[in-house]
């Protein structure tokens, strides 16, 4: 029952990261081939973001057809029982970059794989709860909630760190299924600028089924791009565009 980071997952008797990771997509591909024939997994994200140390992963994923990681999100930083990683260096402007063997280190071909970031923005932590969907989601998943928020104070040894905590500041990930209005409003806000002054033109949101509680900030979130002729891709039509991949990759 002792955790492991999957940067750090070696094997467990003779059950290897390459079984580990393969497991997991041959699953995706069993529940989703009988309704998409040309479904392919090919992208990853690390359970808790936890890509780091990514040359073992990164070299399994290649054997086995992955051609995209999207673990990495601008100024994140945990090191506690669930999470190991360290992505300060990431500038909020790279929307995507090539990677080889380390998914902070840029390539200027295109032979390797494609790091697509979690667009984020600093934030008080306090200020996620002020969102109705998260709230909802909380306790629609209390379990998983606290055991997180417990990991990430269980250094702190007083009351007061524990609540200062919550106040201090940490990179939040654009959330489709959590976001209130409010809070699209500012990050699309953020892209806009980006966008103009820097060029800046892929941004990726992030999202978890079991936490979707509500769509009208969904609804409202989509008719803000609407009218602004802002487009959604896939995952799998950004690599389309970027490695060309042909429909039977994806």
């Keep these: 029952n002792n955790l492991c980071i999957l940067g750090e997952f070696e094997k467990i008797q003779n059950y290897t990261l390459n079984d580990l990771v393969s497991e997991g997509k041959q699953t995706l591909a069993n529940l989703f081939n009988s309704i998409n024939a040309n479904y392919k997994c090919?992208?990853?994200?690390?359970?808790?973001?936890?890509?780091?140390?990514?040359?073992?992963?990164?070299?399994?994923?290649?054997?086995?057809?992955?051609?995209?990681?999207?673990?990495?999100?601008?100024?994140?930083?945990?090191?506690?029982?669930?999470?190991?990683?360290?992505?300060r260096s990431v500038d909020l402007n790279d929307d995507f970059w090539f990677i080889h063997d380390d998914v902070l280190i840029k390539q200027k071909d295109a032979t390797g794989m494609i790091e697509l970031p979690i667009f984020a923005l600093p934030s008080i932590r306090l200020r996620k709860f002020f969102s109705l969907n998260r709230i909802k989601s909380l306790m629609m998943n209390k379990n998983s909630a606290f055991s997180g928020i417990s990991s990430k104070t269980a250094a702190k040894k007083t009351w007061y760190s524990k609540v200062s905590y919550l106040f201090e500041n940490e990179p939040l990930t654009w959330d489709f299924c959590l976001f209130s209005d409010k809070m699209h409003k500012k990050y699309l806000r953020e892209c806009l600028k980006l966008n103009n002054e820097f060029g800046r033109s892929t941004f990726t949101m992030i999202g978890h089924p079991k936490n979707f509680s509500g769509s009208e900030s969904l609804k409202y979130l989509i008719s803000k791009l609407q009218k602004l002729n802002i487009a959604f891709l896939t995952i799998s039509e950004f690599c389309d565009q970027k490695l060309g991949i042909s429909d039977q990759e994806k």
């Design 42 to 87: 090919h992208t990853l994200r690390a359970g808790y973001y936890n890509i780091q140390p990514s040359k073992n992963i990164l070299s399994v994923m290649k054997k086995l057809g992955f051609v995209c990681d999207s673990s990495v999100y601008p100024g994140g930083h945990e090191d506690n029982i669930l999470c190991r990683y360290d992505y």
